[in-house]
């Protein structure tokens, strides 16, 4: 809309409105910082994608924090106990959006099903979040244990 502001023809150009792109949030942001042009390619930077080589998916590696384009190591998992539950600690990407983590458990390393868990924040650790998942133990803490990610 032109104002009044400046004399006549004086203007050259004026804007009626204005639509900003919106800001990318969660695992797109992510994407997009990490793989630049090529955050839109299934094979490299999709979910399930493993550019790096490293085992780890590019889901896991957005929800632990870690680098999708640099080998790096499965985050270590700490045990805590209080009375009957234990809490599986983990460090995690404390800005993720739109994923969740879940326990698994196995005692031979072969067959693993999901245990219900009970997420709750650890406190800031530079710049991930310690994550505590409380797992009750029915049967003792006997097993291995693995934290996994997912879309929510």
């Given at each position: 809309?032109?104002?009044?502001?400046v004399g006549?023809?004086?203007?050259?150009?004026?804007?009626?409105?204005?639509?900003?792109?919106?800001r990318?949030?969660g695992?797109?942001?992510?994407?997009?910082?990490?793989?630049g042009?090529?955050?839109?390619?299934?094979?490299v930077?999709?979910s399930?994608?493993?550019?790096?080589?490293?085992?780890?998916?590019?889901?896991?590696e957005?929800?632990?924090?870690?680098?999708?384009?640099a080998?790096?190591?499965?985050?270590?998992?700490?045990?805590?106990?209080?009375?009957?539950?234990?809490?599986?600690e983990?460090?995690?990407?404390?800005s993720?959006?739109?994923?969740?983590?879940?326990?698994?458990?196995?005692?031979?390393l072969?067959?693993?099903?999901?245990?219900?868990?009970?997420?709750?924040?650890?406190?800031?650790?530079?710049?991930?979040?310690?994550?505590?998942?409380?797992?009750?133990?029915?049967?003792?803490?006997?097993?291995?244990?693995r934290?996994?990610?997912?879309?929510?």
């Amino acid at each position: 809309m032109k104002d009044s502001s400046v004399g006549r023809d004086a203007d050259k150009v004026w804007v009626d409105s204005v639509k900003l792109p919106a800001r990318e949030e969660g695992l797109v942001a992510w994407r997009i910082e990490k793989f630049g042009d090529d955050f839109d390619e299934i094979y490299v930077s999709g979910s399930l994608a493993d550019p790096d080589g490293d085992g780890l998916v590019n889901l896991a590696e957005y929800g632990f924090g870690l680098d999708p384009l640099a080998i790096s190591e499965v985050p270590n998992l700490g045990i805590s106990r209080v009375g009957s539950t234990s809490d599986l600690e983990v460090l995690v990407n404390g800005s993720a959006v739109g994923v969740g983590f879940y326990v698994m458990k196995s005692v031979d390393l072969v067959g693993w099903s999901e245990v219900d868990s009970v997420p709750s924040d650890g406190g800031a650790v530079g710049d991930k979040m310690l994550l505590k998942l409380g797992v009750l133990e029915e049967d003792g803490l006997k097993g291995f244990y693995r934290v996994g990610v997912r879309s929510e």
